[in-house]
T-cell receptor, first 116, second 111 residues
């Protein structure tokens, strides 16, 4: 069974540090989504890529967050500088489709981030 | 944007049918409705997707009325392993487009 792989699974760091989360989408998938999950806000879309191009990052705090796809096998989400309010579980998902909603998304198991 | 709303929790017993409804008043015209299941410490897992009327697969059915402002996930004969959180996902359009997860319904299946 093909899976989306996220690394690291857990990250604890001090505020002000740079955090990089990585995602390997399923081979052949052309879309990548980044989500953040917290108890208070639930699951929120941060960024959406199709064919490696960023098409929607309206949910992402622009001043400190950035998302890229250096190649088709790697997506990254960076936070610099990190703040305690960034503590959450970050999920990556991949899919095969032409629109944001018309495709099943396959999720990784997330990166649990704690900013002290 | 209007919120995509679901009941917070539901209880059921093994063998019963469970229906979970999601309200999405501002669903975008051409968007699909998708449901996911999530277990603790795991990412959401795709269950079913539909655009209108009824869709059925090997694990669930999805009922969508003509106005598409709500949808109902139906799980036939639930088992203990169906205890999880269930989310609907839709695209909503108000002044802008946004992909929105519902707040999630925590289903507890009892023996």
């Amino acid at each position: 069974d093909a899976r989306v792989t996220q690394t690291p699974r857990h990250k604890v760091t001090e505020m002000g540090q740079e955090v990089t989360m990585r995602c390997q989408p399923i081979l052949g998938h052309n879309t990548v989504f980044w989500y953040r999950q917290t108890m208070m806000q639930g699951l929120e879309l941060l960024a959406y890529f199709r064919n490696r191009a960023p098409l929607d990052d309206s949910g992402m705090p622009k001043d400190r967050f950035s998302a890229e796809m250096p190649d088709a096998t790697l997506a990254t989400l960076k936070i610099q500088p990190s703040e305690p309010r960034d503590s959450a579980v970050y999920f990556c998902a991949s899919g095969l489709g032409t629109g944001m909603s018309n495709q099943p998304q396959h999720f990784g198991d997330g990166t649990r981030l704690s900013i002290l | 944007l209007a919120k995509t709303t679901q009941p917070i929790s539901m209880d059921s017993y093994e063998g019963q049918e469970v229906n979970i409804t999601c309200s999405h008043n501002n669903i975008a015209t051409n968007d699909y409705i998708t449901w996911y299941q999530q277990f603790p410490s795991q990412g959401p897992r795709f269950i079913i997707q539909g655009y209108k009327t009824k869709v059925t697969n090997e694990v669930a059915s999805l009922f969508i009325p003509a106005d598409r402002k709500s949808s109902t996930l139906s799980l036939p004969r639930v088992s203990l392993s169906d205890t999880a959180v269930y989310y609907c996902l839709v695209g909503e359009r108000d002044s802008s487009y946004k992909l929105i997860f519902g707040s999630g319904t925590r289903l507890l299946v009892r023996p």
